[in-house]
């Protein structure tokens, strides 16, 4: 069972890569920007909060992200493992993250990290405005996006490298590289980790 993060820009490919991965994996994928763009069109009241901030291309407070996240993890279908797309963005929420899974007993596998530079992810963002009409794709707010990340989200990146838990991959090529170059990355990990849980499993048998 493996419990993991994917983190990078706007425009990267997280949702593709998550959405091939946790069913390769068979572990649940939780996107916060998808959860509030499903909020928005329902007309929820959470969406009816976070549609100014999206469409600005801001960060929804964290008094509605970190709840939204937090009763998502406890839910029965994260138990086989899940996959965690676009959070934690700041350090705050790593913070929380780090304390709900404390909580828990639980805690991350994987931090999975894919890059692309500026000039690619605005190009993919560009083109991505012209067909599916999110209405955070222009190139105003794509802007400001990238630059949020940059600001905030490159510090959690570092947080998880001092951890030893951040694997790095390229997200430029096919979606199939891509996906390709990821599995070779985890896959030793994912081994590893295996062999520990049998261990402990073991371990535990014996007591
Ligand atoms: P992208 O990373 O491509 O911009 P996402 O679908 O991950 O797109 O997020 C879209 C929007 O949802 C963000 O610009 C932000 O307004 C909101 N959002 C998603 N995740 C978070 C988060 N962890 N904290 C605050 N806001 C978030």
């Known amino acids: 069972m493996t419990r993991m993060l994917i983190i990078g820009p706007p425009g990267v490919g997280k949702g593709t890569q998550a959405e091939r991965l946790s069913h390769r994996?068979?572990?649940?994928a939780i996107s916060t920007g998808d959860i509030f763009r499903a909020n928005i069109k329902g007309q929820s009241p959470l969406g009816l909060a976070a549609k100014e901030y999206l469409d600005r291309g801001d960060f929804v407070p964290d008094s509605l992200t970190n709840c939204l996240v937090?009763?998502?993890l406890l839910e029965e279908d994260t138990?086989?493992?899940?996959?965690?797309?676009g959070y934690p963005r700041t350090s705050a929420q790593v913070e929380y993250l780090d304390a709900v899974l404390a909580d828990n007993n639980l805690k991350?596998?994987?931090v999975l990290q894919l890059t692309a530079?500026?000039?690619?992810?605005?190009?993919?963002?560009i083109a991505r405005s012209q067909e599916a009409g999110r209405?955070?794709?222009?190139?105003?707010?794509?802007?400001h996006r990238l630059d949020l990340f940059r600001q905030q989200t490159e510090a959690v990146v570092a947080k998880y490298?001092?951890?030893n838990i951040l694997l790095k991959v390229i997200?430029?090529?096919s979606i199939e590289t891509v996906t390709d170059r990821i599995y070779r990355q985890i896959t030793p990990r994912l081994k590893r980790q295996g062999r520990q849980d049998a261990r402990l499993a073991t371990a535990v048998g014996r007591q």
């Not at 994996?25 to 649940?28: G, M, Y």
């Not at 138990?79 to 797309?85: E, R, S, V």
């Open 79 to 85: 138990k086989k493992g899940f996959l965690l797309d």
């Open 25 to 28: 994996l068979n572990i649940t």
């Open 135 to 143: 209405s955070d794709d222009n190139e105003a707010v794509i802007r």
């Open 161 to 163: 490298d001092e951890r």
């Open 171 to 173: 997200g430029t090529g």
């Open 117 to 125: 530079d500026d000039g690619e992810l605005l190009a993919r963002l």
């Open 108 to 110: 991350l596998d994987i």
């Open 70 to 72: 937090r009763d998502r």
